[in-house]
Structure formats: structure tokens, C-alpha cells
């Protein structure tokens, strides 16, 4: 059964997803989806490529029709909600290539209907903060990809919506872009009070991000906590990543290895590695006797490691190994 | 194809084929009294000259060689004009008079030429007591055969006319001819008396145009029709790259977008029409009227420009990226420029009859309006007053024609849109 933190009362929701289902003939892209999405929190929005994320945002912000369900803003049915309460940066990059960075910006505040003193305000420090003040007067066209990424994301902001949905909004960045991402996010939260709902594939900036995480599958919600519980609620514990000389025998070795005591979850890592994934409570305190037990199997440990459990194990846990799409 | 096919074979068959040409005879005769053994009878050879168009066909076939429109003489310069006619013939009013004197002639030429052989032959005794010659009568008359003489279609259509009036004069005179000799008891002889004629008269303005200088109202048709898959780019564009979808997200109303579109279309239009007729000057292009004609032309062709933008924001309702929508814009505007008649005459396939106008389905179009009311104004020099009809269901047209744009455009891609992730 999916659980949600409970942690937060109903009028602090300031988006509702209520049962929403959207189907294609046969295909159900989301399946009777419901979530609550605190005022002022980042809210991460995870699951593999094809399992219904952007289908659920494109029916949040409203360019896809549900085929039930209702979607509130703030208890409001969304097409009611004034437009200016969201917006969006998707996934591709969705600019005007033949204007400037600023002309972009002021086309957007136009269509929000935000006086032209309050868009160039804003456009000036949206600039600035995603450190394209430089490029104010460039050519959309003449940017480098990094740039357009972060021109994309000021256009989501333009009109100083309450709701800000990140549709990947880190594809493509460099380690230096995506760490003044990560600001950027962080001051909209903090300093601009702003609920921000984030979709990534780095496991590492939906961990170090959002407040509360959701991870769907196939258009079902699987599970939806904050990460630290996420991370506890598939297993305490540490994950142990062991290489054998003799790979042919990682078979025998986990078979051994399943009946010691501690050992929660045991696999062999499906890539060229051959790793050996254990997870297991006081993972340091076992590694005497599973070097042992590999001992016995007549073969032995090329390579032994520990590591923290991660979300990314999280989300594999429960999503499964197998490519999509 | 079928469409090429279709404009292009209709045009041949209509221009030197043995199909109908579509004319209009004006029988402006009034008749004449005619004493047939002593009595009076009133005859209208003008009509039975029409009849004998109509009722014509062509050699070892059942195909007639005209099609006679009912039409008032101004609606038949009109329809001349718009080149919806091969022919006007204009039948004088003294035809009946002229032919009647054509029958007099013949028959004092004929009766003479037979007492004249009696005389010299020496049997002068034996002719009727009773006979008397009928008067000499002097009437000429002259049918004039209207059209553009430029015109392939014309050339055919008036060939034919006069070849049967020459026919028509031929057999009245046989006629005669045989009731003297029936009369006479002697075998005719042979006169040639010219009483009626026929003489083209080339319709206004056509004298010195070029076939170019036709065909230009046509070309800047054309061109304003090509705008149609470029209006219908423009909008894929936003719709593929998403930028549609960022702005259906603000509150940019439909009518702001298709509005928005509008008004920039009609600027390019405005210049597009500015540069060709600027290019057509430069390349010998002659019209009527001076410069108010040219503000005229642009206004009107104005009108062609936003039914171009309609038909492409309808287009674009249907078209998910830019190269489909140049593909289907120019599938689409090339038949339709056909069906507009600019360049080829088009057979006739009458839709109905309304404020005492004929209406074919081409008319249908608003382009076939505008280039009907281009071609007066430049090419014969007509006024507003002589094409607001044209302009009046061109701009109805053109408004049914943005509306049904508007109501799809904003149906199919100004709702959420239904497309999967």
C-alpha cells in the first residue's frame, strides 16, 4: 500500500493530483494518480523514462486534457486557478531562437500581462541570477546549449508563479551549470516561497533537492516520502558491492550467502562489472564471514566495498533493472 | 493531378477544341414587315440568327458549337471580362432590315439576270404580266463580335461566327434565289451582294495588353495564394517547438495569437502585392486608372492576403510540423489558384442564379473574386462602383472562410492537446 507523509495538513496543499488517469486507447500513460504537493516545498518526481511523468505535468499545468481525475491548485480545479499561479520549464528546449534573451522574457511577462516596469525588473535579475546578463542582447540562436537550458528555466519564472514545475531541467548541464541550477532552485524555494515541483533522472539532485520525493512506474504511484525515509522504508542498512575472481561463480555465491543472518536483499549487478550487491544491517560486522562463506566456495574477492544506501538504489528497487522504452 | 489535368484540359478544349464556346448574343433587332403574297408579315432574322448559334454543332457531331448564356449586355461584358465568356455578338437593330434588303437584292438581281436571257433568247413574251420587282432597299448591317483578342478562345469562337453569318447571308440569298427561279421557271444565277457583315470589336482594354499584361492580376493571385502554407508554417512552427504550448500556458487569448498572426500576415501581404505589381511595371506591365487603381489593386488584394492566412490557419490546424504544412500549403493553393480561372478559362459549372448574376462554383472562392475584380481594375480600367460585387462576396467569403480557420485552429491546437508523452 502507498503511503504519503502525513505530516502536513490538508489547506497547506497547494497542488492536488486526485485520481488522475489519462489513457491513450489501451495504454494507460497514468493511472488514478493522487498526490499532495505542500506549499513551499520541492517536490521530487521521479521514475524511469516512460512511466508517466511528463504525461501527469503536462495534465498539472494544463496542455493535456485528463481522461479523469482532477488536478487543484490551492482547492481550486485547475482550469479555474489563474494561469499565472504555474509555470513550467519542460523538457525541451522551448524558445523563440530568432530573439534576444531578453526579448524572450519580455514576450512571456507580455502574455502574463505583468507591467512592462515589473517584467524588465524582473528580467534583469532572473538574468543575473542565472548568470546571462552578459548575453541580455544575444540571440537566443547564438547561445550555447548551457545558456539556452538556463533561459529556458528563466521563462518558467518570468511571472512569479507560486508553482514551478522543473521538467528535467538538468539534462545536458555541466557539473558547474547544474550546481547553479541547484541554486537557483533552492533560492526560488527559499527566498521566493515558491512550491516547486522537480523531474530528474540524477538520483543525486533528487536526493539532495527535494523535500519529499514521489516515484511512479508504469503510470502508478509506487512510493511517496521524504528521501531519508524512502531510503529506510526499501531497507536499513548498508549495500555492499563485492567482485569475485571467478564471476562464473557469483551464482553459488549467492545462493551461500542468502541464508546469513543480516543479509536483507542479494543480487548480482546486471552490467559488465559482475558485481555482487549486498544489502544488509551492520554490513561492516558481516564482512568477516561472507569473505569466509566465498572462501569455502573455493574462489575469492577481487574487489569489496561499502556504501551508504542511496536513493538511486531506491528507485532501481523499485523500478527494476530493465531499460525502457 | 485530377485537378491539373482538369485546368489544363479545360483549357485546351476550350480554347481550340470542338468544345461549346461560351457566348452571349445582344439581339438588339427590331424587325421588319415583309409582303408575302400580299400580305404583311413581321419577321426577326436577328433571332433566328440566334437560334441557328444555338442550335449549331460541329461537323459529324453532336456537340453544339455554342452555349448561349442569357445574360443582360452589361453582364455579359462583365462575364467577358472575367473571361467566364469567349464572345459577345451583338446583333443591330436593323438586321431584319438588312436582311430584308439582302432578299430584295437578290431577287431584282436574279429576276433581271433572267429577263435579260429571255430578252436575248427571244422568249421575252412569254414572262408573267404580273410581275413586278421588289423595292431596292440600301440597308446594311453590321453584328459585332465582342472579346479579348489576345484570346485563343476568342479566336476560335469568332472564326466560327462569322464563317456561319457568311453561311446565314449565303443560304438567304440561295433561298431567294430558288423562289425566283421557281417563279421564273429558269435555272439561278450567282450574285454577290454583301448586305450583312460582322466586324470584332476588342473588348476595352485589350487592344494593346500583352498577354502578360492580362495574366498579371492572375500572378499576384498567385501569389498571395503561396501565403497559405507560409501562414500555415508559421503556426506549426510554434505548435513543433512547443513554444505554442508555453503560450497557451499565459493568458494569451485565442483571438490573440490568430489575431497577432493576422495583422503581420497582412503587412507581408501588403508588400508582396506592392512588389509585384512594382516588378510587373518593371517588366512592361500597362494598367488602367492611374494610381488610384494601384491603391484599389492593393486593397483589394488585401482581401485575397487575409483569405490566404484563413485557409492556412485552417491548415495549420491540421499540421503538426513546418514541412508538412509547406507540403499541404502548396497541394492546396496550386488547385485552388486553377480553380480561381486566373490563367486558364474553366468550364462552366453553374452553381445557381442570384441578384440576376450567374454563380459558378468557382466563384465560391474568394480568390476568384479578387482576381475577377484585379483583372477589371487593372487590366479595363473599371471603377469601385463596377467591381463592388466582386469585393462584397469576396470579403463574405473571406470572413466564413477565417471564421471556419479561427473555430478549428483554436478546436485542435488552442485545447490541451491530446497528444501522448
Redesign the interface.
Known amino acids: 500500500m502507498i503511503e504519503q507523509s502525513s505530516d502536513y495538513s490538508t489547506d497547506t496543499y497547494t497542488l492536488q493530483l486526485q485520481g488522475l488517469t489519462k489513457r491513450y486507447g489501451d495504454l494507460v500513460a497514468v493511472d488514478d494518480l493522487t498526490l499532495q504537493i505542500k506549499k513551499g516545498e520541492i517536490f521530487g518526481f521521479l521514475g524511469p523514462n516512460g512511466a508517466g511523468k511528463t504525461t501527469t505535468i503536462n495534465m498539472m499545468v494544463g496542455l493535456l486534457s485528463p481522461t479523469s481525475g482532477a488536478v487543484l491548485i490551492d482547492g481550486q480545479d485547475r482550469a479555474q486557478a489563474p494561469k499565472r499561479s504555474i509555470g513550467i520549464c519542460p523538457q525541451d528546449l522551448v524558445l523563440w531562437e530568432e530573439l534576444t534573451c531578453t526579448e524572450n522574457l519580455t514576450v512571456m511577462g507580455d502574455m502574463y500581462d505583468l507591467p512592462r516596469a515589473v517584467t524588465k525588473a524582473r528580467v534583469r535579475s532572473l538574468l543575473a541570477a542565472l548568470t546571462l546578463s552578459e548575453k541580455a542582447n544575444a540571440r537566443v540562436s547564438q547561445l550555447s546549449g548551457g545558456m539556452k537550458r538556463r533561459l529556458n528555466i528563466a521563462l518558467a519564472v518570468i511571472h512569479d508563479p507560486d508553482i514551478v514545475v522543473l521538467d528535467e531541467p538538468s539534462t545536458g548541464l555541466d557539473p558547474q551549470s547544474r550546481l547553479l541550477l541547484w541554486d537557483f532552485v533552492r533560492l526560488l524555494k527559499n527566498k521566493e516561497g515558491k512550491t516547486i515541483i522537480l523531474t530528474t533522472h540524477v538520483m543525486q539532485e533528487a536526493d539532495a533537492l527535494s523535500d519529499r520525493i514521489a516515484i511512479i512506474d508504469h503510470g502508478k504511484l509506487l512510493q511517496f516520502d521524504t528521501p531519508a525515509n524512502l531510503k529506510k522504508k526499501i531497507g536499513s542498512g548498508d549495500i555492499i558491492e563485492m567482485q569475485l575472481t571467478e564471476q562464473e561463480k557469483n551464482e553459488a555465491v549467492i545462493e551461500d550467502l542468502k541464508s546469513v543472518n543480516g543479509i536483507l536483499e542479494i543480487q548480482e549487478i546486471n552490467d559488465a562489472s559482475g558485481k555482487i550487491a549486498i544489502r544488509a544491517l551492520n554490513a561492516v560486522n558481516l564482512l568477516p564471514e561472507i569473505i569466509e562463506r566465498v572462501d569455502a566456495i573455493r574462489t575469492r574477492v577481487a574487489d569489496i566495498s561499502i556504501r551508504e544506501n542511496t536513493l538511486e538504489d531506491v528507485f532501481i528497487y523499485l523500478t527494476g533493472r530493465g531499460l525502457r522504452e | 493531378m485530377i485537378i491539373f489535368a482538369f485546368a489544363f484540359g479545360s483549357s485546351n478544349s476550350l480554347g481550340t477544341g470542338t468544345a461549346p464556346h461560351e457566348i452571349a448574343v445582344i439581339n438588339l433587332d427590331q424587325g421588319a414587315a415583309v409582303s408575302i403574297n400580299n400580305t404583311t408579315e413581321h419577321i426577326n432574322a436577328g433571332a433566328t440568327f440566334t437560334q441557328l448559334l444555338e442550335n449549331v454543332t460541329y461537323p459529324q457531331t453532336d456537340t453544339h458549337m455554342f452555349t448561349l448564356n442569357n445574360v443582360s449586355a452589361d453582364q455579359a461584358l462583365s462575364m467577358l471580362k472575367g473571361r467566364a465568356l469567349d464572345a459577345v455578338i451583338t446583333i443591330p437593330e436593323n438586321f431584319s432590315q438588312a436582311v430584308v434588303s439582302l432578299t430584295n437584292a437578290s431577287t431584282r438581281a436574279e429576276t433581271t439576270s433572267d429577263i435579260g436571257l429571255r430578252v436575248i433568247n427571244g422568249s421575252a413574251a412569254q414572262l408573267p404580266v404580273s410581275t413586278t420587282l421588289p423595292k431596292q432597299g440600301n440597308v446594311t448591317s453590321q453584328i459585332i463580335v465582342e472579346g479579348d483578342t489576345d484570346s485563343n478562345a476568342f479566336a476560335a469562337a469568332q472564326s466560327l461566327i462569322f464563317n456561319l453569318l457568311q453561311q446565314y447571308q449565303g443560304q438567304i440569298q440561295a433561298m431567294t434565289i430558288r423562289q425566283v427561279d421557281a417563279t421564273l421557271a429558269q435555272k439561278g444565277s450567282n450574285s454577290s451582294i454583301n448586305y450583312i457583315s460582322a466586324a470584332v470589336q476588342p473588348l476595352t482594354g485589350t487592344r494593346s495588353l500583352t498577354l502578360f499584361d492580362y495574366q498579371a492580376p492572375g500572378v499576384i493571385v498567385f501569389a498571395l495564394l503561396l501565403q497559405v502554407g507560409s501562414v500555415a508554417q508559421d503556426l506549426a512552427r510554434e505548435s513543433a517547438?512547443?513554444?505554442l504550448?508555453?503560450?497557451?500556458?499565459?493568458?494569451?487569448r485565442s483571438f490573440d495569437l490568430l489575431f497577432g498572426t493576422l495583422l503581420s500576415w497582412i503587412v507581408f501581404a501588403v508588400a508582396q502585392i506592392l512588389l509585384l505589381l512594382g516588378v510587373a511595371v518593371a517588366l512592361g506591365f500597362e494598367w488602367f486608372g492611374g494610381a488610384n487603381s494601384i491603391v484599389l489593386a492593393v486593397l483589394i488584394g488585401l482581401i485575397g492576403g487575409i483569405a490566404s492566412i484563413s485557409l492556412g490557419l485552417l491548415l495549420a490546424a491540421f499540421t503538426t510540423n513546418e514541412r508538412q504544412a509547406a507540403q499541404l500549403g502548396v497541394l492546396i493553393a496550386v488547385p485552388v489558384f486553377f480553380l480561381t480561372g486566373s490563367f486558364f478559362p474553366l468550364p462552366n459549372e453553374i452553381l445557381g442564379t442570384a441578384f440576376g448574376t450567374t454563380f459558378q462554383v468557382y466563384d465560391l472562392l474568394p480568390w476568384t473574386q479578387v482576381a475577377d475584380a484585379l483583372r477589371q481594375i487593372l487590366v479595363f480600367g473599371s471603377g469601385f462602383g463596377d467591381v463592388a460585387a466582386y469585393v462584397g462576396f469576396a470579403i463574405v467569403l473571406t470572413a466564413i472562410l477565417f471564421v471556419i480557420g479561427v473555430i478549428f485552429y483554436s478546436l485542435v491546437r488552442l485545447?490541451?492537446?491530446?497528444?501522448?508523452?
Do not use: A, D, F, I
Not at chain 2, 504550448?245 to 494569451?252: D, E, Q, V, W
Not at chain 2, 485545447?415 to 508523452?421: A, K, V
Open positions: 517547438r512547443g513554444t504550448g508555453r503560450l497557451k500556458l499565459s493568458n494569451m485545447r490541451s492537446e491530446l497528444r501522448p508523452e
